[in-house]
């Protein structure tokens, strides 16, 4: 089918499987969660998230055997044109289909690829990350939550922290070491396995912004098949690398070219008001948001050709630092620039989400922020990674 043909097919579906509550920016306790335990304020989500899961829109690009519409990269562009074109929300976001899927998609076998994509793409399970430990954060591969063989299982001792969404989620992707003996990156393992296997318990963490959407989880003496080992055993680091270039590459898209939100400009116009020629009266802060939407813009079609130009559609190698890097930086700017222009106004407290992205809730927002360039390595641990892997500087 020709790309236009595909366009106007799209188009058609959109128009109509797309509920129209749905084609308005998100409130975050509107977010498309999913799960054995999901709950929709609004039932238009459900709606939503079931139609494009059936049609594999949830996962454009992934094989249509896993959920997936099999679409092409060009084609996957065209859908996502067609989805701006009516502000669609996301019908489905998280770890999931960021994180987990692609790596299953390229490390798992068989059996775990038919277990594990069509649900997720159907988010009927809810996922979550364990990887970091009390002492094992950058230096993620100290960590020493311990995996030992008996018989077919694994017994798993240990903490992770950080683990965000493990109070909800189904099932942890999670690094264990399986051989204290070997060297730090190669006695590494990458296993899945069910949250309610007994011995997994979690304790919710309390953020300054109110609200604990990340925890500490402790395994004590959990029983794990060895058949849930993804690749192979001792060669985690390789699956758990190339799983934090996807994150790094979905962390580092935040606040741009998705759906539309208030821009900066809207904003400017509101709080601060307009000169007689119809300009943002403040000078310097028109010039603050000039230089805010051009970086934004250089930013999002860097990070749409180098996306394009690599072979799978997904994310590309240890370029996914820069994203991270930038697009982390460039948002936290955003929300600086959001409160400058606010200013008492900003001081709402708008809903009850630590997600939050409209005006209303910018402090949270402001406060949320903070933490985009430390979740999935800080913005430090990126430059590390560029000066050696991208620019190939010494140690
Ligand atoms: C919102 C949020 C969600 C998260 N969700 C998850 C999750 O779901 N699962 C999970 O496993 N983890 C999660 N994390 C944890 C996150 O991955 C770690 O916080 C991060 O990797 C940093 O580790 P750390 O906190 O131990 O800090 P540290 O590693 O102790 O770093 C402290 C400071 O030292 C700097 N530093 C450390 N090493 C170097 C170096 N070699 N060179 C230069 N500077 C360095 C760091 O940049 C940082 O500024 C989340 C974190 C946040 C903020």
Redesign the pocket.
């Given at each position: 089918m020709s790309l236009d043909a595909f366009r106007e097919e799209v188009r058609g579906w959109l128009e109509e499987n797309c509920p129209q509550s749905i084609r308005t920016a998100m409130p975050q306790n509107e977010y498309p969660g999913g799960g054995r335990n999901a709950t929709f304020k609004n039932p238009d989500t459900k709606v939503w998230l079931d139609r494009m899961a059936e049609r594999g829109f949830t996962v454009p690009m992934w094989p249509k055997e896993y959920g997936g519409a099999g679409l092409t990269t060009q084609e996957n562009v065209v859908f996502g044109e067609e989805m701006r074109r009516i502000n669609a929300r996301p019908a489905h976001l998280g770890?999931g289909i960021s994180m987990i899927g692609p790596a299953l998609l390229e490390f798992g076998n068989e059996a775990q690829k038919a277990e594990h994509l069509p649900k997720i793409a159907r988010a009927d399970i809810w996922w979550?990350?364990?990887?970091?430990e009390p002492n094992?954060?950058?230096?993620?591969a100290s960590l020493r939550t311990s995996a030992v063989e008996d018989g077919d299982d694994f017994i798993i001792n240990g903490q992770?922290?950080?683990?965000?969404?493990?109070d909800n989620a189904d099932w942890m992707f999670c690094l264990v070491r399986t051989d204290p003996n070997a060297s730090k990156h190669d006695g590494i393992s990458f296993i899945l396995f069910d949250m309610t296997t007994p011995g997994v318990s979690v304790k919710p963490i309390k953020l300054i912004s109110g609200l604990s959407?990340?925890c500490e989880t402790f395994f004590d003496n959990v029983r794990v098949p060895k058949s849930h080992i993804v690749h192979e055993l001792g060669k985690g680091w390789t699956v758990g690398k190339r799983l934090l270039q996807y994150e790094r590459t979905s962390i580092g898209g935040i606040g741009g070219g998705g759906q539309k939100v208030a821009s900066l400009e809207e904003l400017a116009r509101d709080y601060v008001g307009t000169d007689d020629a119809g300009k943002i009266a403040d000078t310097s802060l028109r010039a603050a948001i000039l230089e805010h939407r051009m970086n934004d813009r250089s930013f999002q079609l860097t990070m749409k050709r180098s996306i394009e130009e690599s072979q799978s559609g997904q994310a590309p190698g240890a370029v996914s630092s820069m994203f991270k890097l930038y697009g982390t930086e460039q948002n936290k700017r955003r929300y600086e620039l959001q409160l400058d222009m606010m200013g008492s106004q900003a001081l709402g407290w708008g809903s009850d989400s630590a997600f939050a992205a409209t005006e209303l809730d910018t402090t949270r927002a402001w406060l949320?922020s903070k933490?985009?360039s430390?979740?999935?390595?800080?913005?430090?641990?990126q430059?590390?990674i560029l000066a050696k892997r991208v620019l190939g500087l010494p140690d």
């Open positions: 770890m979550c990350q364990g990887y970091s094992a954060g950058s230096d993620l992770k922290i950080w683990t965000s969404g493990a959407p990340f949320r933490a985009n430390i979740e999935g390595g800080t913005s430090e641990v430059l590390n």
